[in-house]
Nanobody
Framework: VQLQASGGGLVQAGDSLRLACVASGGTFNRLIMAWFRQAPGKEREFVAQ???????FSGDSVKGRATISRDNAKKTVWLQMNSLKPEDTAVYYCAAKKNSILSESRVFTLQSSYDDWGQGTQVTVSS
């Protein structure tokens, strides 16, 4: 699966941003989709996940401020980030996990759980 992320940019603290990730190849509606982020000098961090049944999860650092959603017909997953903070500055990556079951309820927070990755989109939040 090829993934193309977009929507990053330079925003001010308190602003909102919506990232998009478009998939090509593969069967999108069988994928678990997720967003990770990596700040300079830090490890890549889990942000949010959405399963085939649209059950979603978010990481502690963005809980209450991030919403992940998907449109299988458009083969797209979005990450809506609100009340952005300078510490949200990072490169945001979308990721896909193949061959998931429809009833999947687990949260996959490790990078190694995902099969395919997008190229990343930079989000910079100024104070």
């Amino acid at each position: 699966v090829q993934l193309q992320a977009s929507g990053g940019g330079l925003v001010q603290a308190g602003d909102s941003l919506r990232l998009a990730c478009v998939a090509s190849g593969g069967t999108f509606n069988r994928l678990i989709m997720a967003w990770f982020r990596q700040a300079p000098g830090k490890e890549r961090e889990f942000v949010a996940q959405i399963n085939r049944n649209e059950r979603s999860f978010s990481g502690d650092s963005v809980k209450g401020r991030a919403t992940i959603s998907r449109d299988n017909a458009k083969k797209t997953v979005w990450l809506q980030m609100n009340s952005l903070k300078p510490e949200d500055t990072a490169v945001y990556y979308c990721a896909a996990k193949k061959n998931s079951i429809l009833s999947e309820s687990r949260v996959f927070t490790l990078q190694s759980s995902y099969d395919d990755w997008g190229q990343g989109t930079q989000v910079t939040v100024s104070s």
